[in-house]
C-alpha cells in the first residue's frame, strides 16, 4: 500500500528530530511566557495544546458544535470576512520608504500602534484562559519564520494550529523567541476616539517589532491573511524572495510544477486539489532561486455548495481536527448544508494539509514551475475559458488581476462585482505591484515557464441574465491539457479587443466553448457591448501603473 500524505509527514517530523530525546517542559515555557506577558498568576495558559484539549475548549464557547463528519463548527461573530479597510501598516523607519501606500496600506502612527497593542494585551491579561500556539511559516528552513499567536478563543488557537506548520518535539523545544507575535484580542474592540480609527475594528501590522494586533474582529482569517502580508513585505526586502497569494502542484510522472493564481473563489483550492498531482499548497507560496515552498502547514478551503462528487478531496478533509466557520447545519443530525448561504456565503473549513491524501510533504519543491495560470471568475461572461498569454502578457494581467469579487469574501459584498486587484492578491501587497511583476516575469523567464489565463466564471451570457457558470468538469479538462502538452501545440485564433490567442480545440471540452463569441445566447451585438464594457474597465484600472511599466505591458491589453 502507497503511503499516505500523513505516513509521510510523519516521516518527515522523524526525519527532523535531533539527536537529544529529552522531553519538552511545557510548563517551564508557559511560565516563561507568563512572566513575559504580564499575565495573572492565576490566568491558565492552554501552549501548544492538543487538538482534543481545544475542541473541549471550544464547545464551551457560543454556537460551538461538532459537525456529523467530526470538524468543529464554530462562529467568528459579526464578522464573517476580512475587514480591509481596517487594515493599518505603522509607518516606522525601517520600512516607511517601501511601504506602497494608498487604499490598501493606511498609515498608522506609532501612538496609535501603541494604544491598540496596549489594549489588546491587556484584554487578554484579563482572561481566565489564554491560548498560545508556537509554530512556523514558510517549508523551507532557509527562509521560514517562527510564529507565536497569543488569543482568547479555543477556536482560533486551533485555526492556527491547522494552519501553520507544525514543529515537532525538538523544534519546539529549541523554538526561542518567535520572529513575529500576533495579538489576538478580536472579541474586544479598538478605542475609536484613538487617532485613525474609523470603526471598532483595526488590523495592524508592525514591520520594525515584528508584531500584530487584531481587535473588533473575531473572523479567523485576519490572522493568516496577516502572515501572508508579512511575508509580501519580509520574502522580497529582505531575502529577494518573491511571494505570490498562489496555489500550486506538482505532476507525479513528470515532476513539472504548476503554480495557480487567483482571488477567493477564482478555484485556487479547488483546482490545485488535484487527485492526479500532489499538492504543495493551496493559498500562499514562495518563489525562491532553489524553486518553490509553501508558506503554510494547512489550507482554507471554500465550503459553499461544497460537494463530494466535485471536490471529493476537499470533502474528506472535513473531520476531526479541521475548522468549519460560519456553516449551517441540522440540529439533530449534525449534518452541514453546505448549499446554505444565509449566515454568509463565505463558508470556510481549515484543515491540515496533510488531510488532503495528495499532498507533498514537506510542502517545497526544488523545481521551477513550468506552468503559470491565472485564474479569474468573470460574471460578465465575457473571457474564454483558456487563453495562451505572451510575456507581456502575463504581466499586464498579473498586474491587473481582474475578477468578479464573490459574496461574502469581505463584509458588505452581497453579490459579485467586476473587481481589480494587482497580482491577484492586492488587500496584501506591500510593495508596488510592479516590484512583484517584474520579480515574476524576470523568474519567468530564467525557467521558461508558460503563462496561461483560465476564466473559470460565467459563460454564454453573464450571471446578472440567467448564465452558468464554465462547468468545472471542463476546467479540469483544460488544466489536464495544459500538463500534458497538448494544449501549447493546438491550434490557436486571436480573441479581439482583448488580443487574447484561444485554443480552437481541447481534448474533453466542446469547442463551442472555447470561444465565447460563439457560445453567447443574446446575439453579436450584445456581446460585443459587453466585451467593450469590460475593456474599458481595464484600460481605466491600468492608467494608475501607465508610467511605471514599460510600453509592450502597457500595449498588451484590451485595444479598442
Same mark, same amino acid.
Given at each position: 500500500m502507497a503511503p499516505t500524505a500523513i505516513d509521510l509527514n510523519r516521516e518527515y517530523a522523524n526525519s527532523v528530530e535531533a539527536e537529544s530525546t529529552a522531553p519538552f517542559n511545557k510548563a517551564e515555557r508557559k511560565n516563561s511566557i507568563a512572566a513575559a506577558l504580564g499575565l495573572s498568576p492565576d490566568?491558565?495558559?492552554?501552549?501548544?495544546?492538543?487538538?482534543?484539549?481545544?475542541?473541549?475548549?471550544?464547545?464551551?464557547?457560543?454556537?460551538?458544535?461538532?459537525? &456529523?463528519?467530526?470538524?468543529?463548527?464554530?462562529?467568528?461573530?459579526?464578522?464573517t470576512g476580512r475587514s480591509p479597510k481596517d487594515k493599518r501598516i505603522v509607518a516606522e523607519e525601517s520600512s516607511v520608504h517601501d511601504v506602497w501606500w494608498g487604499p490598501v496600506n493606511k498609515k498608522v502612527d506609532d501612538q496609535t500602534w501603541k494604544i491598540?497593542?496596549?489594549?489588546?494585551? @491587556?484584554?487578554?491579561?484579563?482572561? #481566565?484562559?489564554?491560548?498560545?500556539?508556537?509554530?512556523?511559516?514558510?517549508? @523551507?528552513?532557509?527562509?521560514?519564520?517562527?510564529?507565536?499567536?497569543?488569543?482568547?478563543?479555543a477556536y482560533h488557537a486551533l485555526f492556527m494550529k491547522s494552519m501553520l506548520i507544525r514543529p515537532t518535539e525538538q523544534e519546539l523545544k529549541s523554538f526561542g523567541e518567535p520572529d513575529f507575535t500576533i495579538w489576538n484580542a478580536g472579541q474586544f474592540p479598538a478605542n475609536v476616539f484613538t487617532r485613525g480609527m474609523t470603526s471598532a475594528t483595526t488590523v495592524e501590522l508592525n514591520f520594525k517589532a515584528m508584531e500584530m494586533v487584531i481587535l473588533g474582529t473575531e473572523y479567523a482569517g485576519e490572522m493568516k491573511k496577516g502572515i501572508l502580508t508579512l511575508m509580501f513585505y519580509l520574502m522580497p526586502i529582505k531575502h529577494?524572495?518573491?511571494?505570490?497569494? &498562489?496555489s500550486a502542484n506538482i505532476g507525479t510522472q513528470n515532476g513539472d510544477v504548476t503554480m495557480f493564481f487567483g482571488l477567493s473563489g477564482t478555484g485556487k483550492t479547488t483546482l490545485s486539489a488535484d487527485p492526479h498531482r500532489k499538492l504543495i499548497g493551496d493559498d500562499e507560496h514562495c518563489?525562491?532561486?532553489?524553486?518553490?515552498?509553501?508558506?503554510?502547514?494547512?489550507?482554507?478551503?471554500?465550503?459553499?455548495?461544497?460537494?463530494?462528487?466535485? #471536490?471529493?478531496?476537499? *470533502?474528506?478533509?472535513?473531520?476531526?481536527?479541521s475548522v468549519l466557520e460560519n456553516v449551517v447545519y441540522d440540529p439533530v443530525t449534525r449534518v452541514v448544508d453546505y448549499s446554505d448561504s444565509s449566515i454568509t456565503a463565505n463558508t470556510r473549513c481549515a484543515y491540515p494539509i496533510e488531510f488532503i491524501p495528495s499532498a507533498k510533504i514537506p510542502c517545497q519543491v526544488d523545481t521551477? !514551475?513550468?506552468?503559470?495560470?491565472?485564474?479569474?471568475? @468573470?460574471?460578465?461572461?465575457?473571457?474564454?475559458?483558456?487563453?495562451?498569454?505572451?510575456?507581456?502578457?502575463?504581466? %499586464?494581467h498579473f498586474i491587473s488581476g481582474y475578477t468578479s469579487k464573490m459574496t461574502g469574501t469581505e463584509v458588505g459584498v452581497t453579490e459579485p462585482q467586476a473587481t481589480f486587484s494587482a497580482c491577484y492578491g492586492q488587500p496584501f501587497l506591500v510593495l508596488h505591484p510592479m516590484r512583484y511583476a517584474q520579480q515574476l516575469a524576470d523568474k519567468m523567464s530564467a525557467h521558461h515557464a508558460h503563462a496561461w489565463l483560465l476564466n473559470t466564471g460565467w459563460t454564454g451570457k453573464p450571471m446578472s441574465k440567467g448564465g452558468k457558470r464554465? !462547468?468545472?468538469?471542463?476546467?479540469?479538462?483544460?488544466? @489536464?491539457?495544459?500538463?500534458?502538452?497538448?494544449?501549447?501545440?493546438?491550434?490557436?485564433?486571436? *480573441?479581439?479587443?482583448?488580443?487574447?490567442? /484561444?485554443?480552437?480545440s481541447c481534448p474533453g471540452v466542446p469547442s463551442e466553448l472555447l470561444n465565447p463569441a460563439r457560445n453567447w445566447s443574446d446575439g453579436k451585438a450584445d456581446f460585443q457591448n459587453q466585451v467593450t464594457n469590460l475593456a474599458q474597465l481595464f484600460m481605466e484600472n *491600468? #492608467?494608475? %501603473?501607465?508610467?511605471?511599466?514599460?510600453?509592450? /505591458? *502597457?500595449?498588451?491589453?484590451?485595444?479598442m
Open positions: 490566568t491558565k495558559i492552554h501552549y501548544n495544546s492538543a487538538v482534543p484539549i481545544l475542541y473541549e475548549d471550544a464547545l464551551k464557547e457560543k454556537g460551538t458544535t461538532i459537525s &456529523s463528519t467530526g470538524a468543529l463548527i464554530a462562529y467568528s461573530g459579526g464578522k491598540s497593542r496596549s489594549r489588546a494585551i @491587556d484584554y487578554l491579561r484579563t482572561r #481566565e484562559k489564554v491560548y498560545i500556539i508556537d509554530a512556523f511559516a514558510g517549508w @523551507d528552513k532557509r527562509y521560514r519564520i517562527k510564529v507565536r499567536i497569543v488569543c482568547a478563543r529577494h524572495v518573491l511571494t505570490l497569494h &498562489s518563489w525562491s532561486d532553489h524553486g518553490v515552498f509553501n508558506v503554510e502547514g494547512g489550507c482554507y478551503a471554500k465550503c459553499i455548495d461544497l460537494s463530494e462528487s466535485k #471536490e471529493p478531496e476537499i *470533502f474528506q478533509a472535513i473531520k476531526f481536527g521551477h !514551475p513550468s506552468n503559470i495560470i491565472l485564474l479569474t471568475c @468573470d460574471a460578465m461572461g465575457v473571457l474564454p475559458p483558456v487563453s495562451k498569454l505572451t510575456k507581456a502578457q502575463v504581466m %499586464y464554465c !462547468p468545472l468538469k471542463y476546467t479540469r479538462a483544460i488544466l @489536464d491539457a495544459i500538463h500534458s502538452g497538448v494544449l501549447a501545440k493546438a491550434e490557436y485564433e486571436n *480573441f479581439p479587443t482583448f488580443g487574447l490567442r /484561444v485554443p480552437k *491600468f #492608467e494608475k %501603473y501607465a508610467s511605471s511599466c514599460t510600453e509592450e /505591458v *502597457f500595449s498588451a491589453g484590451p485595444a
